[in-house]
């Protein structure tokens, strides 16, 4: 139900029907969950097991409901109240189903205390033998009875807990970090590691800290998808001291720890990262089950995170030449003003506008100038810093942020940016390139983000007027004022 609802809210933050899959298959899976369950209580519980199962009907019957209306109105934005009336009943789902959980376990009690009465009066009649040694047995079994579920129970606990605070989680980077502290904190000397693989860089690198004196940091440098058994062979990879020696070893984690579990994160039949465990103690089997359990649990959730991050990377990327797009341009002004204004730091706007730019549509096609933009984009994206921003602001207008830059160190970059865009050699457009670029800076200039803007485009102007192919300042312009009187 839980993946049922994570499924529900990103079709309703994105429309996107994929994200659905998880509410189609938990219907099935529940219910046959649900008929297993009832075949294997007695008929007083099975009572109790229905009302749940009413509960958790009536709780899809909302779901569905909303589903359609979003289907409907396909503009229209998640249903608050809607949402606060699901999650009502699934709190009296859960509330119900932990009642059912304690009267099933004092119910296997009550069972285990007639098991070990028996038991003791057997031990009675044979006490002149085996009376001492007999209760010693049945004690210690009892022992390890209870502490054994005790263990379930407290596991049970700590995987509910951690499939309802992954259900919160922000971003993938939170959600790594959630998956390594549940694992560590269940599974006794642990070293937890979260592998995330990146196709379009061939790359396969750590989301969750690695000491850089760990051996792993070093092979994890230029790491490739298939550098992870476990990756490549798409199911749980296990190697450890006193195990045979495996036909292949992993090149990553082999050689690291006493015990090396490797579980991929498999998100509809494909691998988009794995979780590495390493203990120089024992791992067992129940210890594997429970990484592969809390792994296909995160699942779901990271690969909705990851297509959520790449939904608003797109939204805010320009396709042609791959810088932020306006609305980006927009809200880094306002962030880097502000940042400008907390430190007392400078902070200089440059406007770029290509020259002529509808004469190359005109004369060599728009396929040109479609060139031509990408080729600025490349441009401006290799002369500026790792802190400085780069966008297109619209159409062949571009705009660059240079932070605790005051307005002589922007006209420098400015020229060199100049330099750059006049050297480009665009295949389809025969004529040289050429920009006007205008400057201003924070607080010389303006002292808030839309003045700045306006003294850049001001000063671009100024540079087109004087013709072209140039840098120019902005100028502040005062009003004079009246001579004092005598």
């Not at 047995?137 to 263990?151: F, T």
């Not at 800290?209 to 790491?223: G, M, Q, S």
Request: contains cysteine.
């Amino acid at each position: 139900m839980l993946d049922q609802e994570t499924g529900l809210r990103g079709f309703a933050l994105t429309r996107r029907e994929e994200f659905l899959d998880p509410f189609r298959r938990g219907t099935d899976e529940f219910e046959r969950a649900a008929a297993a369950a009832s075949a294997a209580v007695t008929p007083e519980q099975r009572a109790k097991l229905r009302a749940q199962l009413a509960v958790a009907r009536r709780w899809r019957v909302l779901a569905r409901a909303e589903v359609g209306i979003l289907r409907r109105f396909r503009d229209r934005p998640l249903d608050v109240a809607s949402a606060v009336r699901r999650k009502g009943v699934f709190d009296r789902f859960r509330r119900a189903n932990a009642a059912f959980q304690r009267d099933v376990a004092a119910r296997r009690d009550r069972e285990l205390g007639r098991a070990g009465a028996v038991s003791a009066g057997v031990i009675l009649l044979l006490s002149l033998a085996f009376g001492g040694v007999g209760y010693l047995v049945i004690e210690r079994d009892a022992r390890r009875g209870r502490e054994r579920r005790e263990r379930e129970r407290a596991y049970r606990r700590a995987q509910g807990e951690f499939a309802e605070t992954m259900q919160i989680m922000r971003d993938e980077v939170e959600a790594h970090a959630m998956v390594k502290r549940h694992l560590e904190r269940n599974i006794d000397g642990a070293r937890v590691t979260v592998l995330n693989r990146n196709n379009s860089d061939d790359r396969l690198a750590a989301t969750t800290p690695v000491a850089p004196e760990d051996p792993l940091a070093a092979r994890l440098a230029d790491a490739s998808p298939d550098s992870c058994l476990a990756v490549r062979l798409g199911h749980a990879y296990s190697e450890g001291a006193g195990d045979d020696a495996p036909l292949l070893s992993c090149e990553l984690c082999s050689k690291d720890a006493a015990r090396v579990t490797c579980v991929p994160t498999l998100v509809s039949g494909e691998v988009i990262g794995s979780v590495l465990v390493r203990s120089d103690g024992r791992l067992g089997e129940q210890d594997t089950d429970r990484v592969k359990e809390s792994v296909a649990q995160a699942a779901p959730v990271l690969a909705n995170l990851r297509t959520l991050a790449i939904a608003e990377t797109r939204a805010a990327t320009d396709a042609l030449t791959g810088l932020p797009n306006a609305r980006s341009c927009r809200d880094s002004l306002k962030r880097m003003v502000a940042y400008a204004g907390r430190t007392l730091t400078p902070l200089t706007a440059i406007l770029l506008d290509l020259d002529h730019f509808k004469q190359i549509n005109d004369r060599f096609g728009h396929g040109a100038g479609d060139d031509a933009l990408a080729a600025t984009g490349d441009a401006l994206t290799n002369a500026v810093r790792a802190s400085d921003f780069a966008g297109r602001y619209g159409g062949e207008e571009f705009l660059l942020l240079l932070p605790d830059t005051d307005s002589e160190g922007g006209l420098e970059a400015a020229e060199k940016i100049r330099a750059a865009i006049a050297s480009l050699d665009v295949a389809q457009v025969d004529d040289r390139m050429t920009a006007s670029l205008g400057v201003a800076s924070y607080p010389s200039d303006a002292i808030d983000g839309d003045g700045l803007l306006r003294m850049a485009d001001r000063a671009l102007y100024a540079a087109k007027g004087a013709g072209r192919d140039r840098v120019e300042l902005a100028m502040v312009e005062f009003e004079p004022q009246a001579a004092p009187e005598a």
